[in-house]
């Protein structure tokens, strides 16, 4: 089902975002009548505020003009609101409903049909229309809208601009929260939005630290610029980081207004956001740095040692115990410090309860979520990868699982169904698994359905136990988009689960009894992990392999690999290996390809060493397959990071820095010979 | 991919540059001191990349793929701003 899966992020993102939006309109709602009864209360409206925001946000993702320019105009209003100058009455009231009902109604036609329903442009522009009004009609206390002369933040910036500007000019003062990066803001992005820029300064905002401590992801930069947009378009776009602009409005240069005026500047007394760590692990990161420099210092006294004309196979054994102690350091270092990005998996558990009572209600079963574990911690990373695997089998439990209430009726069982949801530590491993009290896996229709899918040779599929058996259900083509139903998706199935999970470096199991429910593990690494490497070379280009999938590393001369039927084989240790070449599987160019047709024994080449093949063999499953490659590069212990979904391709598990700089591509076994393995083995 | 080093001494920034990447160019330019960035097929970065390259300030290759960048960013990442 490779063809369909990449149908599953925008399907899953689709239902998350009608998921989230219908939560987010129902408290906004809820708020807005109270602020019907309550005009004044500040906290509500800036609920009010939030939720159109988010629900904008969210939106922008799909495209769907209509509703984002609603959401936009709505939320200009209730900004207005927020900062007071725009009366809370029941005008702004009934028009933010009005924008809520119709944002309703189309997230409801998204949710059934997948778009906007026919007919949204028209009702779209009349609520931005009048929204405009309301904003114009209002009286407005415009804070510091006065045209006044610069202040000293603003002088150089004026004289630079000298009389390239004429009229009323725009000058801001931003200095972003250091985090701010982690909030996913991007200040220049929003500086970027303003079409009337005349001038533009940035300097750190605190002296820069020494080059040793930069760190990157601190931000410290003060942002000064002068723009000829008006006042309030420039509020419009620093409306998310009030706090940390100062907004003047000025004069044009060489003139002078009596009165001097900038908005107050509340940013440099609001708090930092800050993660919260355990003192202890900060007391264990120092003592580490401590160690570290220690060690540090030893290898200097060999250095000199060396730099002073010893004899340098004294210092061998020196090195080698300096190499030793630095590698143990920063090992333990990685784990102290990869411990700080572990959250409590509540996060993303808290999230299932309202989407499983969705589709509960859409399938037109009863279901109760309990949830177990969730304050087990796992990698922030680890944690995002869990939600959409997590919701298909959610999802799967309540359409495939769980019975008609008078089925369950009849078995004895609650009419409601029971689903759990919970997370254990074991170890370095976290394990999710989803349980629910439904009708069970059937073996023989698994059975009879692997065999009408020929997805095994039958005197194979009859030698499985019932735990081989019900493991087929992650086989590619299992499922098809012709029987799963709506809700569990469109032609994904729990292939698209396992290899999720693999992505994560983690797997998953299920364990089912017919008539009691199913049960399926999903296993992860508790934290990133250092990755041991094999790195190998195809033409210009170094790849790692995980050292843990490889078996051997092999130099064979050409005339032993044989072409059997199709595709190549040889002969290691009296076992019959596929060969496959690294860059035929990864359609890049190897060194010396050789001739198209001609068989691989006898390829011609200038280079010696092209007699001898060098074969990487890798467990993939049960039988070894072995990859050939143009030479092999050493070894790398390092952090890979995995591709972002949408970027994930089959055969690559991510990336990583080698510690020259260079970015090389991760390869993932599994997934890099799967599509093959039929062709080789006959 | 938006970094990449081609070994004659110049980064390569290409495409969207990501916050994320600016952990990696800073590595890359600290580990080559006197190494130039060569942004002519950048079409964007983010703010975290550009603070690395005012504070490291290596020298700028090409004009950048990104209008707003080549027009207000360059004149602020010349390496011989005396500020």
Same mark, same amino acid.
């Given at each position: 089902?490779?063809?369909?899966?990449?149908?599953?992020?925008?399907?899953?993102?689709?239902?998350?975002?009608?998921?989230?939006?219908?939560?987010?309109?129902?408290?906004?709602?809820?708020?807005?009548?109270?602020?019907?009864?309550?005009?004044?209360?500040?906290?509500?409206?800036?609920?009010?505020?939030?939720?159109?925001?988010?629900?904008?946000?969210?939106?922008?993702?799909?495209?769907?003009?209509?509703?984002?320019?609603?959401?936009?105009?709505?939320?200009?209003?209730?900004?207005?609101?927020?900062?007071?100058?725009?009366?809370?009455?029941?005008?702004?009231?009934?028009?933010?409903?009005?924008?809520?009902?119709?944002?309703?109604?189309?997230?409801?036609?998204?949710?059934?049909?997948?778009?906007?329903?026919?007919?949204?442009?028209?009702?779209?522009?009349?609520?931005?229309?009048?929204?405009? @009004?309301? *904003? &114009?009609?209002?009286?407005?206390? %415009? #804070?510091?809208? =006065? +045209?006044? $002369?610069?202040?000293?933040?603003? /002088?150089?910036?004026?004289?630079?601009?000298?009389?390239?500007?004429?009229?009323?000019?725009?000058?801001?003062?931003?200095?972003?929260?250091?985090?701010?990066?982690?909030?996913?803001?991007?200040?220049?992005?929003?500086?970027?939005?303003?079409?009337?820029?005349?001038?533009?300064?940035?300097?750190?905002?605190?002296?820069?630290?020494?080059?040793?401590?930069?760190?990157?992801?601190?931000?410290?930069?003060?942002?000064?610029?002068?723009?000829?947009?008006?006042?309030?378009?420039?509020?419009?776009?620093?409306?998310?980081?009030?706090?940390?602009?100062?907004? @003047?409005? *000025? &004069?044009?240069?060489?003139?002078? %207004? #009596?009165?001097? =005026? +900038?908005? $107050?500047?509340?940013?440099?007394? /609001?708090?930092?956001?800050?993660?919260?760590?355990?003192?202890?692990?900060?007391?264990?990161?120092?003592?580490?740095?401590?160690?570290?420099?220690?060690?540090?210092?030893?290898?200097?006294?060999?250095?000199?040692?060396?730099?002073?004309?010893?004899?340098?196979?004294?210092?061998?054994?020196?090195?080698?115990?300096?190499?030793?102690?630095?590698?143990?350091?920063?090992?333990?270092?990685?784990?102290?410090?990869?411990?700080?990005?572990?959250?409590?998996?509540?996060?993303?558990?808290?999230?299932?309860?309202?989407?499983?009572?969705?589709?509960?209600?859409?399938?037109?079963?009863?279901?109760?979520?309990?949830?177990?574990?969730?304050?087990?911690?796992?990698?922030?990373?680890?944690?995002?990868?869990?939600?959409?695997?997590?919701?298909?089998?959610?999802?799967?439990?309540?359409?495939?699982?769980?019975?008609?209430?008078?089925?369950?009726?009849?078995?004895?069982?609650?009419?409601?169904?029971?689903?759990?949801?919970?997370?254990?530590?074991?170890?370095?491993?976290?394990?999710?698994?989803?349980?629910?009290?439904?009708?069970?896996?059937?073996?023989?229709?698994?059975?009879?359905?692997?065999?009408?899918?020929?997805?095994?040779?039958?005197?194979?599929?009859?030698?499985?136990?019932?735990?081989?058996?019900?493991?087929?259900?992650?086989?590619?083509?299992?499922?098809?988009?012709?029987?799963?139903?709506?809700?569990?998706?469109?032609?994904?199935?729990?292939?698209?689960?396992?290899?999720?999970?693999?992505?994560?470096?983690?797997?998953?199991?299920?364990?089912?009894?017919?008539?009691?429910?199913?049960?399926?593990?999903?296993?992860?690494?508790?934290?990133?992990?250092?990755?041991?490497?094999?790195?190998?070379?195809?033409?210009?280009?170094?790849?790692?392999?995980?050292?843990?999938?490889?078996?051997?590393?092999?130099?064979?001369?050409?005339?032993?690999?044989?072409?059997?039927?199709?595709?190549?084989?040889?002969?290691?240790?009296?076992?019959?290996?596929?060969?496959?070449?690294?860059?035929?599987?990864?359609?890049?160019?190897?060194?010396?390809?050789?001739?198209?047709?001609?068989?691989?024994?006898?390829?011609?080449?200038?280079?010696?060493?092209?007699?001898?093949?060098?074969?990487?063999?890798?467990?993939?499953?049960?039988?070894?397959?072995?990859?050939?490659?143009?030479?092999?590069?050493?070894?790398?212990?390092?952090?890979?990071?995995?591709?972002?979904?949408?970027?994930?391709?089959?055969?690559?598990?991510?990336?990583?820095?080698?510690?020259?700089?260079?970015?090389?591509?991760?390869?993932?076994?599994?997934?890099?010979?799967?599509?093959?393995?039929?062709?080789?083995?006959? | 991919?938006?970094?990449?080093?081609?070994?004659?001494?110049?980064?390569?920034?290409?495409?969207?540059?990501?916050?994320?990447?600016?952990?990696?160019?800073?590595?890359?330019?600290?580990?080559?001191?006197?190494?130039?960035?060569?942004?002519?097929?950048?079409?964007?970065?983010?703010?975290?990349?550009?603070?690395?390259?005012?504070?490291?300030?290596?020298?700028?290759?090409?004009?950048?793929?990104?209008?707003?960048?080549?027009?207000?960013?360059?004149?602020?990442?010349?390496?011989?701003?005396?500020?």
């Amino acid at each position: 089902m490779s063809d369909a899966a990449p149908a599953l992020p925008a399907d899953d993102l689709v239902a998350e975002f009608v998921t989230e939006a219908r939560e987010l309109i129902e408290a906004a709602a809820e708020d807005l009548l109270a602020l019907d009864g309550a005009p004044g209360e500040a906290e509500a409206v800036n609920r009010v505020f939030r939720a159109f925001h988010t629900l904008k946000g969210a939106a922008a993702l799909f495209g769907w003009p209509a509703m984002l320019a609603v959401l936009h105009a709505a939320e200009d209003g209730l900004s207005a609101a927020r900062a007071g100058t725009l009366a809370t009455g029941s005008g702004l009231v009934d028009l933010a409903l009005a924008a809520l009902d119709a944002t309703a109604r189309w997230t409801e036609a998204i949710a059934a049909a997948g778009a906007i329903p026919a007919g949204a442009e028209a009702e779209s522009a009349r609520l931005v229309e009048r929204f405009r @009004a309301l *904003l &114009a009609s209002e009286p407005r206390i %415009a #804070p510091g809208g =006065e +045209a006044g $002369p610069a202040p000293d933040w603003a /002088a150089d910036l004026l004289t630079e601009v000298g009389d390239r500007a004429s009229g009323e000019l725009t000058a801001v003062h931003y200095r972003p929260r250091p985090d701010c990066f982690f909030a996913g803001d991007d200040p220049l992005g929003l500086v970027r939005r303003l079409p009337g820029l005349l001038a533009l300064r940035l300097a750190p905002a605190a002296p820069w630290p020494p080059v040793e401590e930069l760190d990157v992801f601190a931000c410290n930069l003060a942002v000064t610029l002068l723009t000829a947009d008006p006042r309030a378009e420039v509020e419009a776009v620093f409306r998310l980081v009030r706090d940390q602009v100062t907004i @003047a409005t *000025l &004069a044009a240069p060489k003139e002078t %207004a #009596p009165s001097a =005026e +900038a908005a $107050p500047r509340t940013g440099a007394e /609001a708090a930092p956001r800050a993660v919260r760590v355990e003192a202890g692990r900060i007391d264990a990161l120092v003592a580490l740095a401590e160690d570290l420099a220690a060690a540090r210092s030893l290898l200097g006294d060999v250095v000199a040692r060396a730099a002073s004309g010893t004899d340098l196979t004294g210092l061998v054994p020196a090195l080698r115990a300096s190499d030793e102690r630095i590698g143990r350091l920063a090992a333990e270092l990685h784990r102290e410090a990869v411990g700080l990005r572990l959250q409590p998996l509540a996060r993303i558990f808290r999230r299932f309860p309202r989407a499983l009572r969705d589709i509960a209600r859409q399938l037109g079963k009863e279901v109760t979520l309990t949830l177990e574990g969730e304050e087990i911690e796992v990698d922030r990373d680890g944690a995002d990868g869990l939600f959409e695997p997590l919701l298909h089998l959610l999802r799967n439990a309540v359409d495939h699982g769980i019975e008609e209430p008078a089925a369950r009726a009849r078995a004895g069982k609650p009419a409601a169904g029971r689903i759990v949801l919970r997370a254990e530590g074991r170890g370095e491993r976290v394990v999710v698994s989803v349980s629910d009290d439904g009708r069970g896996l059937d073996p023989a229709f698994i059975r009879r359905r692997a065999a009408e899918r020929g997805l095994m040779p039958p005197a194979a599929l009859a030698a499985l136990d019932e735990a081989g058996l019900i493991d087929l259900i992650f086989a590619p083509g299992f499922s098809t988009a012709a029987e799963v139903g709506a809700v569990s998706g469109r032609g994904v199935g729990m292939d698209a689960v396992r290899a999720a999970l693999r992505h994560l470096g983690g797997g998953c199991t299920v364990e089912s009894r017919a008539g009691h429910g199913t049960t399926v593990h999903l296993v992860l690494p508790r934290a990133q992990s250092l990755a041991r490497l094999l790195l190998v070379e195809v033409g210009p280009e170094l790849y790692g392999l995980p050292m843990e999938a490889v078996a051997e590393v092999a130099r064979v001369p050409r005339e032993r690999i044989r072409d059997v039927g199709p595709g190549a084989a040889t002969v290691l240790r009296d076992c019959t290996v596929p060969v496959f070449r690294l860059a035929d599987l990864l359609a890049v160019p190897a060194d010396d390809a050789p001739a198209a047709d001609g068989p691989r024994s006898d390829a011609p080449s200038s280079d010696p060493s092209a007699a001898e093949a060098r074969l990487a063999v890798l467990r993939s499953g049960g039988d070894p397959v072995a990859v050939e490659v143009d030479r092999f590069a050493g070894r790398l212990d390092a952090l890979v990071r995995p591709l972002p979904g949408l970027a994930a391709l089959p055969g690559l598990a991510g990336t990583t820095l080698t510690g020259d700089g260079r970015v090389i591509l991760v390869l993932d076994p599994d997934t890099l010979i799967d599509g093959r393995a039929g062709e080789g083995t006959t | 991919m938006s970094l990449r080093d081609d070994g004659n001494g110049l980064i390569r920034l290409e495409g969207a540059c990501p916050v994320e990447e600016a952990e990696a160019l800073a590595a890359l330019l600290l580990a080559r001191p006197g190494a130039g960035v060569e942004w002519s097929r950048c079409t964007g970065l983010h703010t975290a990349v550009v603070q690395v390259l005012l504070r490291l300030r290596p020298p700028l290759h090409g004009t950048c793929g990104d209008p707003f960048a080549a027009r207000w960013l360059a004149p602020l990442l010349a390496p011989s701003d005396p500020s």
